[in-house]
């Protein structure tokens, strides 16, 4: 059988999104992955228990994810609400989905606290970014996934394509 490869839900077109929209990453490889049954789609917050719409949320000032995810630090909704318990057990869903369908690879929507894998809002709620992590990025990456933002699903796919032929290359392509 095909690699197959865990795909941040919003990018895939579901509505999933804190706004209630989604990102639709609309490319050739990514229908490829489709046709070939490769894609397992998947929305960390919503699978944490997070309803659609939500308040946007990001990870506390300062902290990054493994830092919520070891329970040092939060994750916050602009109305002031913790949402940690649901980030992590959303990390954890994404975990098992990853593992229960034999994935070793995920395309995750960049810049999200959750899917984000090379930034993150910087926790000021001012659209400033800074390099890190989302929770389940974090999460998947520790666990030895390679984890990829959109902007690399040529990069991604070369890792799908070594894993079918059986030469997982040894360590994931970059760090954050
Ligand atoms: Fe997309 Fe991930 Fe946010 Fe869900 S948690 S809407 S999959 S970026």
Redesign the pocket.
């Given at each position: 059988a095909p690699a197959r490869v865990l795909v941040?839900?919003?990018l895939l077109g579901d509505a999933?999104?804190w706004d209630g929209g989604h990102?639709r990453l609309d490319t050739a490889v990514l229908r490829r992955w489709q046709a070939e049954g490769r894609v397992v789609g998947f929305?960390?917050?919503?699978a944490g228990g997070l309803p659609v719409p939500r308040p946007p949320a990001e990870i506390e000032p300062g902290a990054d994810a493994a830092a919520v995810l070891a329970g040092r630090a939060r994750v916050l909704a602009h109305d002031g609400r913790d949402v940690s318990a649901a980030f992590v057990a959303g990390a954890e869903a994404a975990l098992r989905a990853a593992h229960e369908a034999g994935a070793s690879v995920a395309l995750?929507?960049d810049g999200?606290p959750?899917?984000g894998s090379t930034c993150v809002h910087d926790g000021r709620f001012a659209g400033a970014t800074v390099p890190g992590r989302g929770v389940t990025a974090e999460r998947l990456a520790a666990a030895g996934l390679a984890v990829f933002v959109e902007t690399e699903v040529a990069a991604a796919d070369r890792w799908l394509q070594a894993a079918d032929g059986g030469t997982i290359a040894a360590s994931p392509p970059r760090e954050p």
């Open positions: 941040s839900a919003c999933v999104r990102q929305c960390p917050e919503c995750l929507k999200s959750s899917c």
